[in-house]
């Protein structure tokens, strides 16, 4: 088993050299979001 | 992204009409945490994403496992819903499936990072009903629900495969037969 952000997992998902792979919630229901925002500076 | 709210309107301009028709394609949630701040769209999520939980399905749907795991447990082998029991299912894989010629761990946790460290931490401390606000919306943790959320999270390092990596790459590029 292993928790980690999903963005992360997809390559790994899709490699046939692995047995299928279950995923479910993360225990106790509250996972952190990752990622970022991408913005136009004032100054630009 | 957890810090949009207190620079965008300082810092960004909000998005033009045709940034704002990309970024309304994305489900609210993320706009919400992504995008919006006081109700103006501010930015363009990059690659949001979310933790989840993943396993070996072959052996968690494995009679014989599931069997033994039902043998010393009493309980039926599902993904784990609260962190005791991800710990004890990540033990019983540890302590049951490792042979003289393959050591093997029920879980990896890479702990080469304080970012990633952080990760693993607050995903226990929320999972406790934690908050980084108390009283008086001072910034701080509630100190039992921090002390159950390190206790869950180094009973958790004892049974995974420590990997010392500064970043998650080591972790899926690991083998199969590593992942159980």
Redesign the interface.
């Known amino acids: 088993?292993?928790?980690?952000?999903?963005?992360?997992?997809s390559?790994?998902?899709q490699n046939t050299?692995?047995?299928?792979?279950?995923?479910?919630?993360?225990?106790?229901?509250?996972?952190?979001?990752?990622?970022?925002?991408?913005?136009?500076?004032?100054l630009? | 992204m957890a810090s949009l709210p207190w620079f965008a309107e300082n810092a960004f301009k909000p998005l033009n009409d045709h940034l704002k028709e990309l970024v309304f394609n994305y489900p609210q949630l993320i706009l919400d945490h992504f995008s919006i701040v006081k109700g103006t769209p501010f930015a363009v999520p990059l690659d949001p994403s979310i933790q989840m939980l993943f396993y070996r399905k072959d052996i968690f749907q494995d009679s014989m496992v599931k069997r033994m795991f039902y043998e010393k447990h009493k309980q039926e082998l599902k993904p784990p819903v609260i962190f005791e029991e991800y710990n004890r299912i990540a033990q019983f894989f540890s302590e049951d499936f490792s042979t003289a010629n393959m050591e093997l761990q029920g879980t990896c946790v890479t702990t080469g990072n304080t970012e990633i460290i952080a990760s693993e931490f607050l995903l226990r401390y929320y999972a406790e009903s934690g908050s980084l606000f108390q009283s008086n919306n001072k910034i701080g943790l509630d100190k039992d629900k921090a002390l159950k959320a390190f206790k869950t999270y180094f009973d958790s390092l004892n049974q995974a495969l420590n990997l010392s990596a500064n970043w998650w790459d080591a972790l899926l590029n690991l083998s199969k037969e590593m992942w159980l």
Not at chain 1, 17 to 42: A, C, M, Q, R
């Open positions: 088993m292993i928790i980690v952000y999903m963005n992360l997992f390559g790994i998902n050299d692995f047995p299928s792979f279950g995923y479910s919630e993360v225990p106790g229901g509250k996972p952190l979001l990752g990622g970022g925002s991408l913005g136009i500076s004032k630009t």
